[in-house]
């Protein structure tokens, strides 16, 4: 590929169109028949990481490296069978959005997750109360 023409993987694609643009704090890469998420995701102060709708079986420990992460959307990756231990790492996610997944049970330590607010699996949703303070 040539530096002027424009790249022919949508994940490239996205790269591009985010990075270069302006700093990323919402990135959608959704649909993109993902395996693995790409490296430079990482190196960045996300709020809301959309992954709906790829081919994802677990997340890699760096997830618990976006420490600003409030939303995870991990719809529609029907091989991840268990919700990954990295999320475990995330203390303001607030959503998290399993439909779709091969997870039947949730571990424990979600409700542990501070800011953890919401949780949709199949349909069915959990709430957490709000707290009077």
Not at 23 to 38: K, T
Request: charged share 25%.
């Amino acid at each position: 590929m040539s530096k002027g023409s424009p790249p022919s993987n949508p994940l490239e694609k996205a790269r591009r169109r985010y990075l270069d643009s302006h700093p990323l704090f919402h990135a959608d890469l959704s649909g993109l028949a993902l395996a693995n998420l790409p490296d430079w995701l990482f190196d960045r102060d996300l709020v809301t990481l959309d992954l709906h709708d790829n081919q994802l079986t677990d997340l890699p420990a760096e997830v618990g490296l976006l420490t600003m992460l409030e939303v995870l959307d991990m719809r529609g990756n029907p091989g991840m069978t268990a919700v990954p231990e990295a999320v475990r790492e995330l203390s303001r996610l607030q959503e998290l959005y399993l439909d779709g997944t091969g997870i039947t049970d949730l571990p424990d330590w979600l409700t542990d997750l501070p800011s953890l607010r919401y949780i949709q699996r199949d349909g069915t949703s959990w709430r957490r109360a709000p707290q009077n303070e």
